[in-house]
């Protein structure tokens, strides 16, 4: 990926008047040189930190709310990670820069399976977060009988095992950079398989799914003004706040996926039916350069939590500065104890004052009578 030999045809004056479409081969290497090892030992020495920070505040947030939500980014961080170290550290940075993948093929394939594997439930961890905003914004009676951390840990099991199983195709996946032969079927029938499960499909569903929300919430800001003339509009503004907020945070992150994933969607097809990886440096630097931006968005939902999310900001700073789950557990409990601790004082505070109202103004005995 890095400095290895590429074959490019350069058509000669003489070959282009002699033989149209002739040429001569000569050998270059990447033009990114080692930019690519810089990036990802970066990408990986912010990106994993970044992510266990995240998968800690995550944490804390689902134990102490019981929300679905966040199980689900925390599955989705969980798999980012496993994508930064199967991906980045033991694909790109040992096997390509440090062994130049002179190791066994068996190790190679088997490294393969995982990578796809992380890939594949990571982006599908996306897709059951999208579905369950659906859900709660579009069938909200529906969310309830089924929003709870037991069941989001269900569904995210299942997802990651046939994360598992759909890696093991791959087992058979080209080495783009370096097989020069023409795709055989194959590679074809893998590449659009990667391309489908990675990007086609997610981002079908998340085109319908999201769209339906923003019809629905479009909906919800015009039936906003009736509600609030017959009253009780006030108290629905803080769950109206959180759906918005959490969908804004969905949108974002879909849209980032889509936009990061989309060069070498490209890239990948442009491979397979007009020019090779192997056979043309500028589709081998479009390959690179769309690697790295897919790869970055392995590190970015870090920032898009704090940029959306005020709880994950609370979070995240009692993390950093040691504040653990005591005082949370304090909090939780203050908040628990809270009425019965406001019905007794105002039942001590009624009793106090209806003391002092007879000690002031003592009711009158009646006259005795004389016999």
Known sequence: MFDWPNITVVPSPSDQAQKPGGGE????????????????????????????????????????????????????????????????????????AVFHREVPMLLLHSISVAEFAANHASIWCTVLLTVDR????????????????????RIITVVFLLALLSGV??????????????????DSALIWTHVTIIYFLPCSIFLVLNSLIVIRLRERQRQAPCQEECGGGAARHAPRRQLGKSTAMLLAITSVFAVLWAPRTVVVV??????????????????DLSNMLAMLNTAVNF?????????FRAAVRDVLLLRGAQLNHRRTLRHQHAPANTSLSSLSSGMNKRSHQDSTNPTPLPPRRTP
């Open 25 to 96: 081969l000569q050998r270059s290497k990447c033009v990114l040189g080692f930019f690519p090892i810089v990036y990802y030992s970066v990408l990986l020495c912010v990106g994993v930190p970044v992510n266990i920070l995240t998968a800690v505040a995550l944490s804390r947030l689902a134990v102490r709310t019981k929300k679905a939500l966040y199980v689900y980014l925390l599955a989705l961080t969980g798999s980012d990670i496993l994508s930064q170290l199967f991906i980045i550290f033991v694909g790109f940075l040992l096997e390509s």
């Open 169 to 186: 195709p791959f087992f058979w996946w080209s080495d783009l950079w370096r097989v020069a032969d023409p795709p055989t079927s194959l």
């Open 303 to 311: 920032f898009l939590y704090c940029f959306v999310s005020k709880p």
């Open 134 to 153: 659906y859900v709660a914004l579009c069938h909200p009676l529906l969310h309830r009988q089924i929003s709870y951390p037991a069941w989001a840990r």
């Open 270 to 287: 442009y491979h397979l039916y007009v020019s090779s990886v192997n056979r043309d440096w500028r589709v081998h630097l479009a390959y």
